[in-house]
């Protein structure tokens, strides 16, 4: 029975097991909006393009399935531009659908015209435009596995309005299997050799494919490599935003490299004496700016052979991605050698301690090591926590735990505007777990207008924003470089817990450290009991600020 091809990418959609898109509506893909209608697909309406790209973003690392994102051309282009980026720093799988104008028009600057590949050329693994109908399904499945397949990464598809209208004979095609290579037998024993010789082994973890597709099975690629590393006496730390691909209860937990880092942990990266990088490449933020720890011996695990932004050395690769690694790994007693568990043990119990809050006593408003405290007490052990960038995100980083995969959504090229729509799909994937955005006053203001699809959709996010009046990161910079002399910086912000009362969510407006236990209660019930959205207005000083060795070098890419 011949369809449209717009009506063929749904249902192509569908032969993927993709349960939402995230979407702004334009004229140029009305053929598939109509193709949804019917579909069991859900689509969920954003209110910036930005915001519904950071939702499928959100959807990719929570389900393992590529994050789903459809826009219109020219500015609506534009605007899902910062998650294609994301998604490509990120390594995250993410296929964005672009709506354009009829082929006819092409090259005659038509309304909003645009290149999508000299758009997005640079920032995704691949541009594909649908100029045969007969081939929608074809396109679609190529888009889902090269998103999927390697490194994961954004892949952009266009549409041409009047190509996707046009009818077709084609079928939906099945899925091309993503694979997941697992190391051979000698490669494991080589490895093995490397770490039963190493006395000072370092685990560095990091990327996204560590919760297994199966629900029964979530979580275990993590849990199986702490298991391991605890027998092995081989100490575990997460890249920068990758904190939950290991349970922080395990006894190989050294905690996280990167901004506000340990610098314990930084130590540790310069006198380790074999690094294994599994699912992630030794970068400029995890590295301090390339100057720890580059010329260790090391084994990357990674399912790319150009092994994208790695610098410093290396002495072995095995190609795999983590969960495929971590069902093959080394027998323990080799990898153990003759090591003792005395360097794991003081790596982790200095973890502990960093991860131990501090009361901070600020002169004014709440204090953050307080606070965090009391929300990681507070919290459920499974809850999912996003972020977005800045100072603000920090405490919550250095003070709240992770249970195991797929409880960590934060952009690791520091965008801001991503907590709001991830803590949005996060509800929306999992709406039997509470779901907490960690943000700072701007982050919020980015994308905070997503909280009307939470209400739309019946979710009932936590948000908790930390208000102290400025762009806190690069006022830490101007202090350093330009002492005196702020300028750029500051903020006007509205009443945040007024705010979402709009929204018909519960606000609170916390400006002593006294009264955060208490509102901290009153917003879980308003989530877990009532199922309306709740913010935490927490007023701080301005002059609260987490230590500065958490800034790299001027220059280095330090986040907003």
Known sequence: MSTSAGHLIVRQLEAHGVRRVYSVPGESFLDVLD????????????????????MALAESRLT??????????????????????????DATALVLFVGLIPVADRGRDSFQEFSLDGWFGTTAKRVIVLDDEHRAADVVSEAMHAAASGRPGPVVVGLPEDVL??????????????????????SNQELGARLGAAQRPLIIAGGDGWALPAPEKVGTAGAALAAWAEQAHVPIAADWRAYDTVPHDSAAWAGYLGYYRSDALAEALGQADLLVFIGCA????????????????????????????????????????????????????????????????????????????????????????????????????????TYGAGNATLWGHRYLKHSGPGTLVAPRNG????????????????????????????????????????????????????????????VQHQERH?????????MTNPDFAAFIATFGGHGEDVSDTAEAGAAIDRALEAVTVRKVPALLHLRIDPATMPPSTALPAFGAGAEA
């Open 35 to 54: 193709g949804l209608h019917d579909s069991p697909i859900t689509t969920v309406v954003a209110r910036q393009e930005g915001g519904a790209g950071f």
């Open 64 to 89: 393992s399935i590529p994050g789903i994102t459809l826009v219109t051309r020219g500015p609506g282009a534009a605007n899902a531009m910062i998650a294609v980026h994301t998604a490509w720093q």
């Open 165 to 186: 209208v046009r009818m077709t004979d084609a079928q939906p095609v099945s899925p091309r299997p993503v694979p997941a290579p697992v190391p051979d037998a000698a």
């Open 282 to 385: 030794r970068t400029d933020v995890l590295s301090d700016g390339y100057t720890r720890g580059l010329e260790a011996e090391t084994v990357l695990v990674l399912p790319e052979p150009e092994a994208t932004g790695h610098a410093g050395r290396i002495d072995q690769q095995l190609m795999a991605t983590p969960a495929s690694f971590t069902s093959a790994l080394p027998h323990v007693e080799g990898a153990r050698g003759s090591r003792g568990s005395e360097w794991m043990d003081r790596l982790t119990a200095e973890q502990r301690g960093f991860a131990t809050p501090q009361p901070e006593d600020p002169a004014t408003g709440v204090d953050l090591s307080v606070a965090f405290g009391l929300l990681e007490a507070k919290l459920p052990a499974d809850r999912i926590l």
């Open 415 to 474: 965008a801001m505007g991503v907590s709001i729509p991830a803590a949005v799909a996060a509800t929306l994937v999992h709406p039997e777990r509470v779901s907490v955005a960690i943000c700072g006053d701007g982050d919020f203001m980015m994308n905070g207008q997503e909280l009307a699809v939470a209400m739309a959709h019946g979710a009932a996010p936590l948000v908790v924003v930390v208000d102290n009046g400025v762009f806190a990161t690069i």
């Open 482 to 490: 330009y002492p005196g002399r702020p300028s750029g910086t500051a």
